[in-house]
């Protein structure tokens, strides 16, 4: 079945360090997005990448880091400069940039708590 | 710039009553609309989608809205809620040749027995 993967679903981190969330998807999408939820926020971007070894920021994008290496693979770094990171985070891809329209499929998400 | 505002940020209801979920957005350009649910730790999963031709879409699980496009809005309803329904719901929109998806705050639907 083809679907968004994301690893793992609970994570604990104490105060200064860094941590990766994984994201890998098996749809051939091209374009691929990281949000973070917080309770009465709704969805924010942090970071989207268009295509392979190319990646944007998004609105709220201090603190974190990606890379892009591989087109099914998009992981997310919480760094220990993310002043608040914990929060629920959801991955997303879509096929295309160059499609007219930009449906969305995500991930069953990592909520992450620091301790 | 776009945005999205969802009226309501949490709606209760009686099992079997109908439900309507308000969404308004704006945006200087043409524009895709969309639904989006989410289950307790869950992602999001489609429920419809706007891109064109008829302004009445139908979804899944028995959802359907409406694109209005003089009041900017696009209301999801449905005729009969189940509890299953109890989940929290994400309006979206999208630029017309753009890339980003802009997201609504939620609506937390509560379907009472």
């Known amino acids: 079945d083809g679907g968004i993967t994301q690893s793992p679903k609970y994570l604990f981190r104490k105060e200064g360090q860094n941590v990766t969330l994984s994201c890998e998807q098996n749809l051939n999408h091209d374009a691929m997005y990281w949000y973070r939820q917080d309770p009465g926020q709704g969805l924010r971007l942090i970071y989207y990448s268009q295509i392979v070894n190319d990646f944007q920021k998004g609105d709220i994008a201090e603190g974190y880091s990606v890379s892009r290496e591989k087109k099914e693979s998009f992981p997310l770094t919480v760094t220990s400069a993310q002043k608040n990171p914990t929060a629920f985070y959801l991955c997303?891809?879509?096929?295309?940039?160059?499609?007219?329209?930009?449906?969305?499929?995500f991930g069953p998400g990592t909520r992450l708590t620091v301790l | 710039a776009q945005s999205v505002t969802q009226l309501d940020s949490q709606v209760p209801v009686f099992e079997e009553a109908p439900v309507e979920l308000r969404c308004n957005y704006s945006?200087?350009?043409?524009?895709?609309l969309f639904w989006y649910v989410q289950y307790p730790n869950q992602g999001l999963q489609l429920l419809l989608k706007?891109?064109?031709?008829?302004?009445l879409v139908k979804g899944i699980n028995g959802f359907e809205a409406e694109f209005n496009k003089s009041q900017t809005s696009f209301h999801l309803r449905k005729p009969s809620v189940h509890i299953s329904d109890t989940a929290e719901y994400f309006c979206?929109?999208?630029?017309?040749?753009?890339?980003?998806?802009?997201f609504g705050a939620g609506t937390r639907l509560f379907v009472k027995a």
């Open positions: 706007y891109l064109s031709g008829s302004t």
């Open positions: 997303a891809s879509s096929i295309s940039a160059r499609e007219d329209y930009n449906e969305q499929f």
């Open positions: 945006s200087s350009v043409s524009v895709y």
């Open positions: 979206a929109v999208s630029d017309v040749g753009g890339f980003k998806t802009i």
